[in-house]
Structure formats: C-alpha cells, structure tokens
C-alpha cells in the first residue's frame, strides 16, 4: 500500500471517515428491542438491517484525524480498517444504501419490533400445529 493519499478520498467527502458500524446480533425478543432502544437514544446513532438481514449500529462520527481538507493527517499511519479500505469499495460508488430497513426514532424501531414479533411468534404457533397434526 502507497503512504501517499489518492484523489479518490477527496472525491466523495470522505464519507468512511465520518460513522462507523458495529454488528449486532439479529433479535429475538422483546428484550433484545428494549436494549437496541439504549443505542437509539444516542445522538448520531441509528440501527439498520443490510440486504443481506445483518443488523449493525451505525454512528455518525468524524473520524478526529479527518483534516478540514478531507484528507487523513495520519494517512501513513492509519489503522488496518483504513488500509484495506480502496476505491473498489467506496461508498461514494452508491448514491444510496440499499437497507432492508433503517431505523432513526425509537418509534421506528418498536414498529417494526412490533410487526417482526408478531411474524415470528405466527411462524412458531404454524410449526406447533403442523407438529402436533403429525
């Protein structure tokens, strides 16, 4: 890897260096939803479900090495995460994510809790009488 910085990082607004993510595990009750609602309550914070059906904690955060330029002033020295970070990936390459879902607002989340639950607990009460019927 070049310790000299590429045009691309100017091209987008420096948009990785400005939340990160953490996965969550999927939820699957009440009280994993009442404990997302903690991560909520923070400012910056959102809760999303990737195409894929992962769940992640995103917080929007400029990163404190993010030069008012848009470039990283410790670029020869960045973390791993960083290096292995390329133009190939880069989110300026979306001009949207494709969420499954999104969730800004405790209400938001509990909506969608509340409908999820309710599919989940159908399936179940579906698989005890095909069970009991055989």
């Not at 939820?27 to 910056?44: S, T, V």
């Not at 020869?76 to 300026?92: F, L, M, N, Q």
Request: with cysteine; glycine share 4%; aromatic share 12%.
């Amino acid at each position: 890897m070049s310790d000299e910085q590429t045009s691309y990082c100017r091209d987008c607004g420096s948009k990785c260096c400005r939340y990160f993510t953490v996965p969550l595990g999927r939820p699957e009750d009440r009280d994993d939803f009442d404990a997302m609602k903690w991560y909520i309550l923070h400012q910056g914070v959102s809760i999303y479900i990737d195409r894929e059906g992962d769940w992640y904690v995103n917080v929007d955060s400029r990163c404190t090495a993010l030069g008012d330029d848009g470039l990283c002033r410790v670029y020869a020295s960045r973390p791993e995460i960083c290096r292995v970070h390329t133009d190939a990936v880069c989110e300026k390459h979306e001009a949207n994510y494709d969420f499954r879902e999104h969730f800004f607002t405790v209400e938001q989340l509990m909506a969608y809790a509340e409908r999820y639950l309710a599919r989940r607990e159908e399936v179940r009460r579906t698989r005890s009488v095909a069970a009991k019927r055989a």
